[in-house]
Each structure stands twice: as C-alpha cells, then as structure tokens.
C-alpha cells in the first residue's frame, strides 16, 4: 500500500506476486490482484488467485504489459 501511494498507483492496475497465504491475504487487504506462484514456499487452502504461474518467465509477462 505504501509503495502504491508513493507512486500514485491505482490498485487495480497492480499486481500483488506471492507464494504463501499470507501473501494472498496481504493483497485482499491491500486491494489488488493477488497472482500465486506455484513453484514458491506454500500451498493455497480455498484462496482464489486471479493469476498463477509456473515460472518467473509467466509472470513476467504480466508485468511488462
């Protein structure tokens, strides 16, 4: 949220990349997408990730859009 302020950021052209719950529940609260990555540190557990990825590759290409 802090980061999105500073730069004027609407938070539904932003993407939040994570690779645990916690991740997920940080960007429900924070407003924006949450993208899972699948190769990452957990599971989800009934989350529903508006992305997920195999590979940095993957999601790289959302972002450079």
């Known amino acids: 949220i802090y980061v999105m302020q500073k730069m ?3 938070p539904h052209s932003c993407v939040y ?4 719950r916690v ?3 940080t960007s429900i609260n924070a407003g924006v ?6 190769y990452g540190y957990d ?4 989350e ?3 992305y997920e990825f195999d590979s940095a590759r993957e999601w790289g290409a ?3 859009r």
């Open 8 to 10: 004027n950021a609407d």
């Open 17 to 20: 990349i994570g690779d645990s």
């Open 23 to 25: 991740d997920a529940e």
């Open 33 to 38: 997408d949450f993208a899972w990555v699948r």
């Open 43 to 46: 599971v989800l557990s009934g």
């Open 48 to 50: 529903k990730p508006a």
């Open 62 to 64: 959302l972002i450079s």
